[in-house]
């Protein structure tokens, strides 16, 4: 590092230009992958591109023929806009909703005009998506390569249009939320109806909790589900069903921040449920309606399940996961209790809703058998019948764990075979590790009118089979079933944590596992429908990620017989190797006999036999892994920009990080921030004993949001050790955390006072420094996610301790740094307060 100090200003050119120089990092990787099959054998893949600007609309597709790829050959494949350039959806009066802002942020995007996402219904061609608050719309007939300009939906609906999701039976018609109900047009004829009518529009969060289709705060943030509605697949009787999820949350607290977004200093509201405090509760409904001969929405019905899931199930707390069978006959639903120790996957008859007004909504109009639990007792199986051959509602399959369940995305139901059976894949961590399972269920019940339930406390499982095994996970976000040879391909860590690879297993052989990928390589990948092409972006702690589209064969049904062949590169990296600087990474197996892993910047003008200046860049929570065999890219700008300006930059994947299996994770279980510091500090001597350039007389701990949590405990608890400390977004007393988040890790406060007492930034003001320039905060005025009350506290604690602190507050900022002045300015805080306080 540089001996003289800069200006501000030297500093603030500095940070303009670093990312100018690092802006090669930004590489193209496609997302929102789809695949459409073409006439004359032709592929189409869409997808976005994720490193436009916000007010750029990126829609790219490529073609891939049949041919593509036997012979050999591999060629790069000609990437298309979609949409004219000349197409935008801004208008003088388009202003970004606070309901799009919002869903951003639950999804970690930055605002943006453009398109962030889109639907395509891939039998028609048809498109829409979401922009500036409206619904557009294109059809791609596929016959021709000429840029479509998309249409806007008209409608006479005032309020953001949010999640379109394009009916699967019928393209034309297209179902949104507005004002938190749930609406549907027929984008032929424009005719536009509302649906639900859960939310009064009233203004007021007081006077109005109810909503339709929409997730509640903690699904969307701690549960990753973002819909809440889901069209039926298909119909035989011309009537289109959509199960959708009311959220009552009246008994949720409102918060009120100050907002400076318009200059208007309006207080926003928020309903947040803090740890220990009542959640929104759920409610799962259906709407139908018939399109008239004019195409006209006509006869829409409200059904509700004969006896809700709240009574069915008293232990639900949360639905976290929704969807329909193949057949539509049935819905399936996953189902968690409050201490998250127990979920249930539960199927639901379409016959069991009936019209709300409907005198049969008395569940003693229906013959069921109750078979559940009281809400004091352990959860067990719940199986409702009626004197058909089929339950109405039935348990497929439980997980129970001593610490927690990690809800995931992996659940998939095969077309029946059977009347009276069904089949699907599902996993569990019974293991200690997550893996897949394939289950038999029988539809119990005869056909003589006479019921039949299964003995107490068990579950009508004729077969449970694992697919996979092992001291390694399965990856929960998504699995590919290829029917006709009988294989699922997935995701997993088999080899090692810090790589994500490609496997495939046989439905037929059981536990028959192949690795489809190549070490040394970290991969995710989407698979067409039918599992004949995939797209795999690819990537090392030294290589630009790489984009290549594949082709699947077979020599025979066995995982052995599966062959890829590249047919091209939707991506190659833009920059050469030498152009960029990579991390190294390093193993060491700490005192308690586990390894961890690390990952260190060298300084730019590294020198062999000098010390520098070291940051260490600490996040530590739960559902994180900062070190892995990937390219660190423009989500690591500024460890990047740190290792530019003279720091040596250390990160350190501590005990409770993820992907290392249950018994790993739950060193943090009622003790968060008290064993992942010791891991870290462990590792970093470790690393300036043995590596020689780190100056452990000059480390600085940053982090944010969890980072930020352990940044304020670093510094009480290792003030010889972190000579200053950077804690931005930082969480300060759990109990101002939400329940999803805090009651998974912390049990509910009631039953681990101690470990909230223990956890609390708060309890350990008096070790803080009394050193001036140690300490820096940085927080968004209108975090609605760790709220801004979170620093308040702490500073009247440290204020009443007579504790120096400095503080950067940004009015116009939520939890992440959304806007690029905000951005530039805390980048050049940062520099500033490192080279005058390390």
Same mark, same amino acid.
């Given at each position: ?23 090669? !990092? %930004? ?36 073609d ?9 050959s591999?060629r ?5 806009? !979609? ?23 639950? &999804?970690?995007q ?7 996402? *889109? ?35 008209? @409608? ?7 999640n ?33 009518f859960?939310?009064k ?22 549960? %990753? ?12 009787d ?37 740890a ?27 059904l ?10 008293p ?15 049935f ?7 409050? &201490? ?30 109750p ?20 339950? $109405?509602?039935?348990?497929? %399959? ?32 019974d ?5 897949l ?8 019940g ?12 068990? !579950? ?6 694992a ?5 390694w ?6 699995l ?9 391909y997935?995701?997993g ?42 797209? @795999? ?5 030294? &290589? ?25 590169? $939707? ?40 010390? *520098? ?34 720091? %040596?930059?250390?990160?350190i ?31 970093l ?24 949590y ?17 804690a ?33 930034v ?44 400095q $503080?950067?507050? *940004? ?28």
């Amino acid at each position: 590092m540089a001996e003289v100090k800069k200006s501000w200003g030297e500093l603030k050119v500095a940070v303009d230009d670093l990312r100018k120089q690092l802006s090669g !990092l %930004c590489a193209m990787i496609p997302s929102n992958i789809t695949f459409r099959s073409l006439p004359n054998g032709r592929t189409r893949i869409y997808f976005l591109p994720n490193n436009m600007n916000g007010s750029e609309v990126p829609l790219f597709y490529a073609d891939v023929s049949a041919s593509d790829g036997i012979s050999g050959s591999c060629r790069h494949l000609k990437l298309n806009p !979609l949409l004219e350039t000349s197409f935008s959806p801004i208008t003088s009066a388009s202003k970004l909703s606070r309901e799009e802002l919002l869903m951003w942020e639950r &999804k970690r995007q930055s605002p943006s005009w453009g398109i962030t996402s *889109y639907e395509l219904h891939t039998n028609t061609g048809k498109l829409i998506f979401p922009a500036a608050s409206n619904l557009y719309q294109c059809l791609d007939t596929g016959f021709s390569n000429s840029a479509l300009f998309p249409t806007e939906v008209r @409608m006479n609906l005032a309020g953001a249009k949010l999640n379109p999701q394009i009916c699967p039976a019928n393209s034309d018609l297209v179902a949104f939320i507005n004002n938190q109900d749930i609406y549907v047009t027929h984008t032929v004829t424009g005719h536009t109806q509302r649906l639900t009518f859960a939310h009064k529009n009233s203004g007021s969060l007081v006077d109005d909790p109810l909503s339709a289709g929409i997730p509640s705060y903690v699904i969307q943030e701690e549960f %990753c589900r973002y819909h809440g509605f889901w069209w039926q697949w298909s119909s035989n009787d011309n009537v289109y069903r959509i199960a959708y999820e009311e959220v009552d949350e009246s008994e949720v607290k409102i918060y009120g921040f100050p907002s400076y977004l318009h200059n208007n200093g309006e207080v926003e509201e928020f309903r947040f449920p803090r740890a220990g405090t009542p959640n929104s509760k759920s409610t799962l409904k259906l709407v139908e309606f018939k399109v008239s001969g004019s195409l006209q929405i006509i006869d829409v019905k409200e059904l509700e399940m004969v006896t809700p899931l709240s009574l069915l199930f008293p232990w639900m707390e949360y639905l976290v996961r929704v969807g329909w069978t193949p057949e539509s006959d049935f819905i399936w639903v996953q189902l968690l209790d409050r &201490k998250q120790q127990h979920l249930e996957v539960v199927l639901i008859s379409v016959d069991y809703f009936v019209e709300v007004s409907s005198p049969a909504t008395s569940p003693a109009s229906f013959t069921t058998s109750p078979f559940s639990p009281s809400p004091k007792s352990p959860p067990s199986p719940s199986n409702h019948y009626i004197t058909h051959n089929k339950p $109405l509602v039935l348990t497929l %399959c439980s997980q129970d764990s001593d610490l927690w369940i990690n809800v995931n995305n992996l659940i998939h139901f095969f077309p029946k075979t059977d009347e009276n059976e069904v089949k699907f894949i599902c996993v569990s961590e019974d293991t200690g590790f997550r893996h897949l399972y394939s289950f038999t269920v029988p539809l119990v019940g005869v056909s003589n009118g006479i019921e039949e339930e299964p003995s107490s406390g068990q !579950l009508p499982i004729s077969s449970k089979i694992a697919l996979t095994s092992g001291d390694w996970e399965v990856l929960g976000q998504q699995l590919w079933v290829d029917s006709e040879h009988d294989l699922v391909y997935f995701l997993g860590l088999r080899e090692t944590p810090l790589e994500k690879h490609l496997y495939a297993v046989s439905l037929k052989h059981p536990g028959d596992v192949r690795r489809l990928t190549e070490m040394g390589y970290s991969y995710s990948v989407d698979f067409s429908e039918d599992c004949k092409l995939l797209v @795999m972006s690819y990537s090392s702690i030294t &290589k630009l990620p790489v984009c290549e589209v594949m082709r699947v064969t077979h020599k025979d049904s066995s995982v052995d017989g599966i062959e890829l062949t590249s047919v091209g590169f $939707l991506m190659e990296p833009r920059m050469a190797e030498g152009e960029f600087y990579c991390p190294d990474l390093y193993s060491h197996q700490i005192s308690a006999g586990l390894d961890l892993w690390a990952m260190v910047f060298k300084p730019h003008n590294f020198q062999p036999g000098r010390r *520098y200046p070291t940051v260490l860049h600490i996040y530590g929570g739960p559902e994180v892994q900062v070190v892995s065999n990937t390219f660190k890219g423009m989500r690591q700008l500024r460890l990047h920009m740190l290792a530019a300006q003279g720091y %040596c930059v250390v990160a350190i994947d501590s005990r409770g990080s993820r992907h290392r299996g249950l018994a790993f994770e739950g060193h943090l279980r009622c003790k968060m921030g008290t064993v992942e510091l010791s891991d870290q500090v462990e590792v970093l001597q470790w690393l300036a004993d043995t590596q020689g350039f780190i100056d452990m007389n000059r480390v600085a701990i940053l982090g944010w949001s969890y980072g930020g949590y352990l940044s304020l405990m670093g510094i009480a608890h290792f003030p010889n050790i972190f000579k200053v400390a950077i804690a931005g977004a930082p969480v300060t007393n759990w109990s101002l955390y939400d329940t999803g988040y805090t009651e998974r890790y912390m049990d509910l406060p009631e039953h681990n006072q101690l470990g909230y007492k223990k956890g609390s930034v708060l309890a350990y003001v008096n070790q803080f420094p009394d050193e001036e320039n140690r300490l820096l905060i940085i927080h968004g005025l209108i975090d609605e996610n760790v709220h801004f009350l979170h620093t308040s506290q702490l500073i009247n604690a440290l204020v009443k301790a007579g504790k120096p602190y400095q $503080l950067q507050v *940004y009015p116009n900022e939520r939890h992440s740094l959304r806007h690029m002045d905000a951005s530039k300015h805390y980048e050049t805080v940062l520099l500033s307060f490192l080279q005058n306080n390390l």
